[in-house]
């Protein structure tokens, strides 16, 4: 199965917005946080991925302060639009100090810059212009609030969005990083789709309350980092060294002792991933999207072999046994913080 239909029904119509189940995630290919990026690399990974069936591509303004969308809409420019899904997001500034402050940062220049948190009407509306523009398209398949904005009603947000719905700008609504509760109060004022919230086999904590709210209310959980941020391809051993501006350098995952221990529990789980003559990765993601509620895998990439290589875990079939031989071990993993 490659697809997933995530369906919104209303009583004049039902329509379908058709997802890969891997999903490009372009965050790294803005280079933002992630130590910089190759234009080139990006783009063809984006193209070739597409070519072996990851039509949909998650970006947002943010993410290398509108590099990452102007790459999206330079890689899908020959190909059809509705060949493409475009996922993106509103409601983090770089360029406004309104709304909650969330960060300290530096643009992919060195430059000192300070995130916000801010959805107000007129700054969705404003975030919608720019990014219809850098994405070089006249409608967007699915437009989430990246984060929560406690300045801004919650009714407002989804109201602008509602609106540019109506224009025929945005096709479906969703939510980045909400709890069951603020999706509730969302629902009052537009019909949402999904909610975009990290997960992986490390970070399980919406299975304790929004998995069975996106379950019992019908709402796709597009699932961001499943790999942890190359925590759990295998790859990254106690010593490493990452960049000045890699974000990663400052999670408590990759301390050394957290690496040993992922690493003992990715090392239990080989013989699976030999057997079905995968990689560590492939294998994680496989078993990430058949997790109750879980529909899509946002994958990142910084080139096409990476690209090529999420993709084709599309391909791989898990058995019941076989994904609870996985959970098994990965149950016993505890990590330190």
């Known amino acids: 199965m490659r ?3 995530i369906t919104l029904s209303s009583q004049k119509t039902e329509e379908t917005l058709k997802l890969s189940i891997v999903t490009f995630g372009a965050w790294a290919a803005g280079g933002w946080m992630w130590g910089g990026t190759e234009r080139k690399d990006a783009v063809d990974a984006i193209r070739q991925s597409h070519d072996v069936g990851v039509t949909s591509i998650d970006t947002a303004p943010i993410y290398g ?6 790459i999206v809409g330079e890689a899908i420019k020959d190909i059809p639009r509705d060949k493409v899904q475009i996922l993106t997001k509103f409601g983090m500034r770089w360029d406004l100090a309104k709304g909650d402050f969330a960060m300290h940062s530096k643009n992919n220049n060195g430059q000192a810059i300070d995130i916000y948190k ?3 009407k007129e700054s969705i509306i404003q975030e919608c212009e720019n990014s219809l523009r850098r994405l070089g398209t006249d409608y967007i398949d699915l437009y989430q609030i990246h984060w929560p904005d406690s300045t801004t009603p919650i009714g407002e947000s989804m109201e602008a969005v509602a609106q540019l719905i109506e224009q025929g700008k945005v096709r479906f609504a ?3 990083n ?3 509760q603020q999706m509730q109060e969302a629902e009052q004022y537009v019909s949402l789709v999904s909610n975009q919230v990290p997960y992986s086999m490390v970070k399980r904590d919406i299975e304790t ?3 069975s709210y996106c379950l019992e209310n019908k709402k796709a959980i597009l699932a961001y980092s499943p790999l942890e941020r190359g925590l759990l391809t295998g790859k990254m051993k106690p010593g490493h060294t990452f960049s000045p501006d890699d974000h990663r350098a400052n999670l408590h995952f990759f301390k050394d002792i957290n690496l040993d221990r992922v690493n003992a529990f990715l090392k239990k789980i080989t013989p699976l991933a030999h057997d079905k003559n995968v990689s560590l990765g492939q294998l994680v993601l496989r078993w990430t999207v058949e997790q109750p509620g879980i529909t899509i895998a946002l994958v990142g990439a910084r080139n096409a072999k990476q690209a090529l290589q999420n993709a084709a875990a599309m391909n791989i079939k898990l058995n019941e046994t076989e994904i609870n031989f996985i959970t098994g071990h990965l149950n016993q993993l ?4």
């Open 3 to 5: 697809y997933r239909n």
């Open 65 to 70: 302060q509108g590099t990452s969308e102007e």
């Open 118 to 120: 801010y959805a107000s």
């Open 174 to 176: 969703g939510v980045c």
């Open 178 to 180: 909400y709890n069951a």
């Open 209 to 211: 309350e929004t998995v």
């Open 334 to 337: 505890e990590l330190v913080k």
